[in-house]
């Protein structure tokens, strides 16, 4: 469990000397290729063990975990019921496919999100990550159209929000709508509809806040009913864009969406990848405008951010079209070798479990709260824009000018600067664009809270 001030508990491994510690930092510049990172200027930062909320670099610099170690942990690091629970799994076996067959542990965990997601009679299909979630989803759309009777072939195109962000395969990010991962992949992409980022901190010209939900519901509905013939889905995540910078949509928006899709009979698509497993405060996002998708995607938080697991849940509605005999060819035409990995399956039982015991959603409203009050302070810093945040899931955005919103020059990486500060009173944050993020494991205590805020201007 997390320890209440930072201390991890008395380790009696050996440390690693210094040439070992050298020789990792040189061997992580030459041979390790990290994801979104320019490894021209990437300066080694290597974890050797962590627990509760706090991760140890190989030199014995204790770092609070701000960022869940990307958006994924839930419960903190090293957690005895969940290592136990793999442990358990592991003296039984490691892995065997779903295609075909199952692990019963894996069955177990089918069950368990079908039971608590609010998607009708879910039926689960397991993936590995976030990306290859929302990949099924989107192919689960389309052949959907085409089995249903009557049949709708047509009905393959998507209808997404802008500066969306749903992963970095292909199908991904053709949904997606973050012009810089876009620009660099032209050509290779499918197109969508897009309707405006449903972002309430910089509005359209002329838009009010009070005017933000009409125009951005009319913008998607105006689309809808002109191409719902050719939509297969709406595709979004449901009240935060996370990866766009904690963009916060406004109240109804999401209830709004849900009923624009029923209307112009198009399935609604959430991907709760970022948002799910208590992030914003309830289980699911989209329970706080009591929306039911028809898919619904899973990722990062399932295994309280342990082991790759993703899960894609279908209505009962949508599954059924896939019935008939083996001849017809009706079955999902999709599958991970890994998807439903017996280990991951195991550690995310161990921690839904822990949701319970723990009383965790109530522990995050709480934390959020304590978060809440001391940004405050924060807003008043002539740099800090805008402060945002649905439970523990906050963006803090920096801007040269307050009133007119106008940004920093890119060049500047002013929030790269917050978060290095951080780094050195030793807290990892990582930023997005001009965003400071701050996403700590929902497990963290009031104090850890404290060190975290400390942690900043
Ligand atoms: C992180 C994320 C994904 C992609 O998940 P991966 O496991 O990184 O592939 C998809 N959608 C959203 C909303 C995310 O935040």
Request: glycine share 8%.
């Amino acid at each position: 469990m997390a320890l209440e001030g930072g201390a991890l508990a008395t380790d009696t491994r050996t440390p690693l000397s210094p040439e070992r510690i050298a020789e990792l930092a040189a061997w992580d510049l030459r041979y390790h290729w990290h994801g979104f990172t320019q490894m021209a200027t990437y300066e080694p930062l290597i974890i050797h063990r962590a627990e509760g909320c706090w991760l140890e670099t190989i030199d014995g610099r204790r770092l609070l975990d701000g960022c869940s170690s990307l958006w994924c942990n839930v419960h903190g690091h090293n957690h005895p019921q969940i290592n136990a629970a793999v442990v358990e799994q592991l003296s039984r076996v490691a892995h065997v496919t779903t295609l075909g067959m199952a692990a019963d542990v894996t069955v177990e965990l089918a069950r368990r999100l079908s039971q608590i997601a609010p998607v009708s009679d879910a039926h689960v299909f397991f993936a590995s990550d976030g990306a290859c979630s929302v990949e099924a989803a989107l192919k689960i759309c389309v052949q959907y159209w085409q089995q249903r009777s009557p049949a709708q072939p047509q009905k393959r195109r998507f209808l997404t929000l802008g500066e969306a962000y749903h992963g970095d395969t292909l199908g991904s990010v053709s949904v997606g709508g973050i012009p810089l991962f876009h620009q660099r992949f032209g050509g290779m992409l499918f197109e969508c509809f897009r309707c405006p980022c449903p972002d309430t901190y910089r509005l359209p010209e002329g838009v009010t806040s009070e005017a933000a939900l009409e125009y951005y519901l009319g913008a998607a509905e105006r689309i809808l009913s002109e191409h719902a013939e050719e939509i297969a889905a709406v595709v979004m995540e449901p009240l935060v864009q996370g990866a766009a910078g904690m963009i916060m949509h406004p109240p109804g928006f999401l209830a709004g969406m849900r009923r624009l899709a029923t209307k112009y009979d198009v399935l609604l698509v959430l991907d709760e990848v970022a948002v799910g497993f208590g992030r914003t405060g309830t289980m699911f996002a989209c329970e706080q405008e009591s929306v039911e998708p028809d898919v619904l995607c899973l990722g990062k938080g399932l295994s309280g951010g342990y082991l790759p697991i993703a899960a894609t849940l279908a209505s009962h509605a949508v599954f059924e079209g896939f019935a008939g005999s083996i001849t017809a060819g009706r079955q999902f035409y999709h599958g991970h070798t890994f998807g439903g990995n017996p280990l991951a399956a195991a550690a995310a039982l161990a921690s839904l479990d822990l949701f319970g015991s723990n009383q965790l959603l109530a522990h995050v409203n709480r934390q959020a709260e304590r978060l809440a009050a001391s940004l405050e302070r924060l807003a008043e810093l002539p740099e800090v824009g805008s402060i945002r945040q649905r439970g523990l899931m906050v963006g803090i955005e920096l801007v040269q000018d307050k009133e007119t919103r106008q940004p920093f020059p890119r060049e500047e990486l002013r929030a790269a600067a917050w978060c290095r500060r951080a780094l050195e009173r030793g807290v990892w944050l990582r930023p997005l664009g001009d965003v400071v993020v701050l996403m700590p494991p929902l497990a963290i205590s009031p104090a850890e809270l404290d060190l975290l805020i400390a942690s900043l201007p």
